[in-house]
């Protein structure tokens, strides 16, 4: 009976992922874009990403100039594709209707959704808070390249069952303490100074509003340091444009 039970299901996941990739709209266009071929049945690349951050950030760079300037991976039923050409980029990001966020959003929806900012003379509670990012952007690599912990179950139920999804939960604590402390070291400085900035807010403006304006302040802030990281990154790629930038800032 559970062997029937199991081939039952590899039949199914067979036939879906056989329909994914080749018999929808969506997995046709996909199969165009050039990219490393699946490495497993029904897999596809993941598998092969399940490496610490320093490796995988090497393995992607080489994939992404091989099949420069577009690449595309499959992860199960998921795919994802990389656009590195400026030119292409800017078709993507231009229109309103493409900037819908990623699945990558939907695994950091815990934390951002709440906020974060920096402050200064927290003393040992600022650096728990800056290990708690840090952990939190191995936790995302992590999630990332296990796509069981974040599609296919039923919201997460695995990640949120396993020894990572406990730790989140113990991240997520210390980066919405942070937060909190924050909304009450600001709202009683400004209760000392006669609330003459606080006037200018609704009155019924409620401590959930502040902390999703702070995260959307770190959220800005993040993008703006994602891209100067970026770019530093590549032009540490890039010895060629190294010696292009050195001449023309002289």
Not at 170 to 180: E, Q, S, Y
Request: net charge positive; glycine share 6%; proline share 5%.
């Amino acid at each position: 009976m559970i062997l029937i039970l199991l081939l039952s299901i590899f039949v199914v996941l067979f036939v879906w992922n056989y329909y994914v990739h080749y018999g929808s709209r969506r997995g046709r266009l996909i199969n165009r874009i050039p990219g490393p071929p699946p490495v497993f049945p029904i897999a596809g690349n993941i598998l092969e990403y399940q490496k610490g951050p320093d490796v995988l950030w090497k393995l992607l760079i080489y994939e992404t100039n091989f099949y420069y300037p577009i690449v595309k991976v499959w992860s199960f039923f998921q795919p994802f594709v990389s656009i590195r050409h400026p030119d292409d980029l800017e078709i993507i990001l231009s229109p309103v209707k493409h900037l819908e966020k990623s699945v990558i959003y939907d695994i950091l929806l815990p934390w951002f959704n709440t906020g974060l900012l920096t402050s200064t003379g927290l003393g040992d509670f600022q650096k728990k808070y800056r290990d708690a990012v840090h952990e939190m952007g191995l936790l995302l690599i992590y999630r990332l390249m296990r796509p069981w912990m974040y599609q296919i179950t039923l919201r997460g139920l695995f990640f949120d069952i396993s020894p990572a999804g406990f730790r989140q939960r113990k991240l997520l604590r210390i980066l919405h303490d942070f937060t909190d402390k924050i909304i009450k070291e600001r709202k009683l400085y400004h209760e000392r100074t006669g609330d003459r900035y606080l006037k200018s807010f609704e009155n019924d403006k409620t401590e959930e509003d502040d902390s999703k304006y702070i995260g959307t302040t770190r959220c800005g802030h993040d993008t703006t340091a994602v891209g100067i990281c970026f770019f530093l990154l590549l032009m540490a790629e890039h010895k060629d444009i190294q010696v292009l930038f050195d001449r023309r800032a002289r």
